[in-house]
């Protein structure tokens, strides 16, 4: 199994503090690009491999004081700030998630759920008439702003419009004393053209089960435990749909 790349960590840190902070405001994108994502017929759904199961510990950090304030998502990520000066926990975050992947892989096999992610929303836009293609690139980086970040192996197709996804999860626990729970975060950004948005947003799965009082037994409960992550993420699918495409909520409101 290849190893987690170290670069990864504080770029996971800081995803999950955006996962907590207040979304981008899509309706209003939402009304002012009405006309043009309505005319979207022909979709490139861009997505990135990933088969890796992250597991973040705040236990001993001064953050873990902070979890009832920030919920988490956000205590999580306030870590990311912090990380330069707390070796010790990145370090640990990246130890535990080393071997909670190779877990997960070795019960289960390696399956790529982004992948299939980037399946089920275009089955789903394509029953709406629309035609859809995949393309598989590197995970957009560079900026906490997908729309803004950039993979060397995304060169948008002339004729298509971009729906760029960028996925996260994993197992977090706010303090020393509280579990280990499954959190899911979905970034979405429609695009008409390189750093040229209709629409974006991100979606959060904070899920209630399971839980794990220690990373023993997270570890032990590799299989159940990815699988509980996975679906999370797959339960996402109807509302990136929703948020992108359904202009219903508009005239709710």
């Given at each position: 199994m290849k190893k987690i790349k170290s670069f990864l960590f504080p770029m996971f840190l800081s995803l999950f503090l955006l996962g907590c902070a207040t979304a981008p405001p899509h309706l209003a994108q939402k009304q002012a690009n009405r006309s043009a994502i309505e005319a979207t017929q022909r979709i490139e759904i861009?997505?990135?491999?990933?088969?890796?199961?992250?597991?973040?510990?705040?236990?001993?950090?001064?953050?873990?004081?902070?979890?009832?304030?920030?919920?988490?998502?956000?205590?999580?990520?306030?870590?990311?700030?912090?990380?330069?000066?707390?070796?010790?926990?990145?370090?640990?975050?990246?130890?535990?998630s080393a071997d909670f992947t190779k877990a997960v892989h070795d019960a289960s096999g390696t399956h790529d759920f982004t992948e299939q992610f980037a399946q089920n929303l275009a089955e789903q836009l394509r029953l709406t008439g629309r035609e859809v293609k995949l393309t598989k690139i590197e995970r957009p980086t560079g900026d906490a702003v997908l729309s803004k970040s950039k993979a060397r192996d995304m060169m948008f197709t002339p004729g298509y419009t971009a729906l760029v996804l960028r996925t996260s999860k994993s197992y977090v626990a706010e303090s020393a004393t509280s579990s280990y729970r499954p959190v899911v975060i979905?970034?979405?950004?429609?695009?008409?053209g390189p750093q040229q948005p209709l629409i974006e947003s991100r979606l959060s799965n904070i899920l209630s089960k399971p839980t794990y009082i220690t990373y023993s037994g997270l570890l032990d409960d590799a299989k159940q435990a990815a699988d509980a992550l996975d679906n999370g993420l797959l339960a996402l699918v109807p509302q990136v749909q929703r948020v992108v495409f359904d202009m219903n909520e508009l005239s709710s409101r």
């Amino acid at each position: 199994m290849k190893k987690i790349k170290s670069f990864l960590f504080p770029m996971f840190l800081s995803l999950f503090l955006l996962g907590c902070a207040t979304a981008p405001p899509h309706l209003a994108q939402k009304q002012a690009n009405r006309s043009a994502i309505e005319a979207t017929q022909r979709i490139e759904i861009f997505y990135h491999p990933d088969q890796d199961y992250p597991v973040l510990d705040a236990g001993g950090s001064s953050y873990a004081g902070l979890s009832g304030l920030l919920g988490p998502i956000g205590m999580i990520a306030g870590l990311g700030a912090h990380a330069a000066s707390k070796t010790t926990m990145v370090d640990r975050a990246r130890s535990r998630s080393a071997d909670f992947t190779k877990a997960v892989h070795d019960a289960s096999g390696t399956h790529d759920f982004t992948e299939q992610f980037a399946q089920n929303l275009a089955e789903q836009l394509r029953l709406t008439g629309r035609e859809v293609k995949l393309t598989k690139i590197e995970r957009p980086t560079g900026d906490a702003v997908l729309s803004k970040s950039k993979a060397r192996d995304m060169m948008f197709t002339p004729g298509y419009t971009a729906l760029v996804l960028r996925t996260s999860k994993s197992y977090v626990a706010e303090s020393a004393t509280s579990s280990y729970r499954p959190v899911v975060i979905v970034e979405f950004a429609l695009m008409s053209g390189p750093q040229q948005p209709l629409i974006e947003s991100r979606l959060s799965n904070i899920l209630s089960k399971p839980t794990y009082i220690t990373y023993s037994g997270l570890l032990d409960d590799a299989k159940q435990a990815a699988d509980a992550l996975d679906n999370g993420l797959l339960a996402l699918v109807p509302q990136v749909q929703r948020v992108v495409f359904d202009m219903n909520e508009l005239s709710s409101r």
